[in-house]
Structure formats: C-alpha cells, structure tokens
C-alpha cells in the first residue's frame, strides 16, 4: 500500500463530496459504494467550479434520484426541483446535509481495478483494497457518525448493506420494512437504529426497479418519513 494513498483514505471525508469547512451535527447523509468518477484522486480541476452546483448534481441520474427521494421525504411530492432550490442539498455551503461513500477510491464499476489503481493505491487488488478499507476505513467512519450524530442515513446499495451498518452502525441488526408501490405491488428497504441515529439501505440510486417511475420513489420517500417518525416521535421535516 502507498503512503500517501493510506493518508488519503483515512483522512477526514476522503472520497465524499462534502467540501465545506465543517459538518453540520443531526444532519441527512446519503451514502453511496464509492465515488462513480472514473478521474483519479489527484485529477480535480483545481480552476473548476467546486461547489457541487445543483446544476452539475442534476446532470447525474443518481442526484436527480436522490432529489426526488428527498423531497418526498419532505412532504414536497413531485415537486423535486423546488425542493432542490430551497435545500440546495449536498452543494458546499449549505446547511443539514452530506453526501459520501463507504470507499475512498473512485471507480465507475464496482468490479474493476484498473491497472492505475494499482499504481496509486499499492493494492494489486480490489479484494485486498476492500479488506483493508474494512479494517482500517471503517472505523474511521464510525467515528464521523459517532461525532456527528447523522439523524438519518440514507444508503444506496442492497449488495452493500451489512458493509453500511458495519461501516456506520456498529453491526446494528438490519431489518425489512415493506411499502407499496401505487400499481406496482410491495418493495422493500432495510433499515436499522443505532445511538438516536437511523439508517435506511434502499436499492442502488443508479439503477434498480424500485426506481423505474417517480411513483416509486415518491413512495418509498413516504415510507422511509413515516419510519423516521415512527422511530423519534417527530416528522422528518420538522
């Protein structure tokens, strides 16, 4: 392993899109794998606009996803866009929200290790990548939450659930909520409460049947506001 690549990994938000200068305590987290930008870490425009504008979020189907689920979740219906102006979720500077990843290193492909991953990390790889995130990665993510009391974590991935409450939930048992979709039957997501904090594992944003219609995600919104107030006796948009 590179020296700098384990820096890198383990220092404060690595691989996230947050770039504030502090994170806001009993915010919303959305956590993904890893990053989706095949760029390397070291690729960033230094020139470029580094707000995480809403303009270039709505550019990727996984932002426009995750606006969608969000505003539902708000009590903003179908009005996705207006809730995305007011929010302005996950753009830097803006209040109650964080956008990350369980890895640290961008890949566009969760089975590929290309060969300048190799060279930058030092893993030949990417199952010796993982196992080492596991052990040295993780609980320094346990530690962000455990500093900042997320009031919800949404994270995206069924293949990676158990890695989400291990990463941020100290193992916390996972259980099914069922919900129906008008016209489409009943889904499912999973979710677990660990330390005030609840954390819901939904299907991958980019892609998955759950998400095939606005309907879909209209109503696990609804259903993932309705946990949460079942959970802390308060709304989610309160």
Not at 27 to 42: A, D, T
Not at 45 to 70: H, I, V
């Amino acid at each position: 392993m590179n020296d700098g690549f384990k820096k890198f990994a383990l220092s404060k938000f690595s691989g996230c899109d947050f770039n504030g200068s502090e994170l806001d305590r009993n915010s919303i987290w959305l956590m993904g794998v890893e990053h989706g930008s095949p760029r390397r870490m070291l690729d960033k425009d230094p020139d470029g606009d580094d707000t995480y504008s809403l303009e270039e979020q709505k550019g990727y189907p996984f932002n426009r996803r995750a606006f969608k689920l969000l505003a539902a979740m708000h009590g903003y219906g179908a009005n996705w866009q207006n809730f995305a102006s007011e929010f302005r979720p996950f753009v830097k500077g803006s209040p109650g929200y964080f956008k990350g990843n369980l890895y640290p290193y961008p890949c566009n492909n969760l089975g590929e290790w290309p060969e300048w991953a190799v060279q930058e990390t030092g893993f030949s790889s990417k199952d010796d990548y993982v196992t080492w995130c596991h052990g040295h990665r993780f609980p320094v993510i346990q530690a962000w939450v455990n500093e900042y009391q997320p009031r919800l974590i949404l994270a995206s991935g069924f293949s990676c659930k158990e890695n989400f409450a291990g990463a941020m939930m100290n193992h916390a048992l996972l259980e099914r909520k069922q919900f129906v979709v008008p016209e489409s039957g009943e889904r499912h997501f999973f979710y677990a409460r660990d330390n005030n904090v609840l954390l819901v594992v939904t299907p991958h944003l980019s892609g998955s049947r759950l998400w095939s219609s606005d309907t879909s995600l209209h109503a696990a919104g609804y259903a993932i506001a309705g946990l949460y107030e079942e959970t802390f006796g308060k709304l989610l948009a309160g």
